[in-house]
């Protein structure tokens, strides 16, 4: 195997194993928050403040996180992949 290609295996193998981590991270934050819906009611619905819960500062916080999550994704992609992509076809 010609070096092009095992350093197109190592990148492959880095862009799968960061994209199941994120996954793995989305899912964990996801079912969370279902669980915490699901068996811990009354510590959603404390209030933070005057209308305010803590289960809607969650929720937002959900998909606050799932952003960031996709923006280390196309962070890593745009500086890391990109470019070592572009230095394997060379």
Do not use: C
């Not at 981590?21 to 619905?45: D, E, H, Q, R, W």
């Not at 992609?77 to 394997?88: F, G, H, P, Q, V």
């Amino acid at each position: 195997m010609t070096d092009r290609h095992q350093r197109l295996r190592v990148l492959a193998s880095t862009q799968w194993r960061l994209a199941l981590s994120l996954t793995a991270a989305m899912i964990a934050v996801y079912f969370g928050f279902i669980l915490l819906i699901a068996y811990n009611k009354p510590l959603l619905g404390r209030l933070i403040a005057p209308g305010l819960s803590l289960g809607i500062v969650l929720g937002a916080l959900v998909i606050v996180v799932s952003w960031l999550l996709t923006w280390v994704y196309v962070w890593w992609a745009n500086t890391r992949y990109d470019d070592e992509l572009r230095r394997i076809r060379e």
